[in-house]
């Protein structure tokens, strides 16, 4: 059974850095990729950014490029979403995600299998 667990969300003001992580556990995940999503209160869930475990090809939605850094660690099946230059538009409650990497970048939240239970980040002026 695939487990994603979240953490390092919190209250941080503008122009701070937080650094999400996200665990899995299950399966080998080498040929994943996995993503961070948000979702702030009465806003749809937006991607974030991508990342596949092998070979850690990266990607990033327009609203982060610059700010926000995706990484993995395979040995300890582990992403982090290093997050700097925070802006109060950038709170929201933060989800990992986790499918078969099939060559394709997939931004869409419905393209995902398997879902953290989110951590929160908020980003005060």
């Known amino acids: 059974q695939v487990q994603l667990v979240e953490s390092g969300g919190g209250f941080v003001q503008a122009g701070d850095s937080l650094r999400l992580s996200c665990a899995a556990s299950g399966r080998t995940f080498s040929t994943y990729a996995m993503a961070w999503f948000r979702q702030a209160p009465g806003k749809q869930r937006d991607f974030v950014s991508h990342i596949t475990m092998s070979g850690g090809r990266t990607y990033y939605a327009d609203s982060v490029k610059g700010r926000f850094t995706i990484s993995r660690d395979t040995a300890k099946n582990t992403v982090y979403l290093q997050m700097n230059s925070l802006k109060p538009e950038d709170t929201a409650v933060y989800s990992c995600?986790?499918?078969?990497?099939?060559?394709?970048?997939?931004?869409?939240?419905?393209?995902?299998?398997?879902w953290g239970q989110g951590t929160q980040v908020t980003v005060s002026s």
């Open positions: 995600a986790t499918r078969l990497y099939s060559g394709t970048v997939y931004t869409r939240y419905s393209d995902y299998t398997y």
